[in-house]
């Protein structure tokens, strides 16, 4: 679950653009058997904006994803964008 920063200009645009970022792997990523996005349409300043649910077949296959320059790239891009991020492996 990812929260953006507050004084994000063009929320709605940093979220999609993410959105697309993230969905992208999938097709980049063998190891990344699936990917979905769900954009919160609750405006409450407390709720997450985006939510991520990956599969993988095995843990090494998740260790491969988590290293791979294209997660990289998106992982530098969350860092810009989001003021917090909760993840469960």
Known sequence: MFRMQKDSKDKKIVINTF???LESL???IPQLKK???VVNIRKRSDASNLVLATEFKNE???Q???VRPNHQNV???IQEIASD???VN
């Open 85 to 87: 991020a909760v993840v």
């Open 60 to 62: 090494h296959d998740l």
């Open 26 to 28: 999938k097709n980049k």
């Open 19 to 21: 959105k697309d970022k």
């Open 75 to 77: 992982i530098a891009f």
């Open 35 to 37: 990917v979905e996005t």
């Open 64 to 66: 491969i994803y988590r």
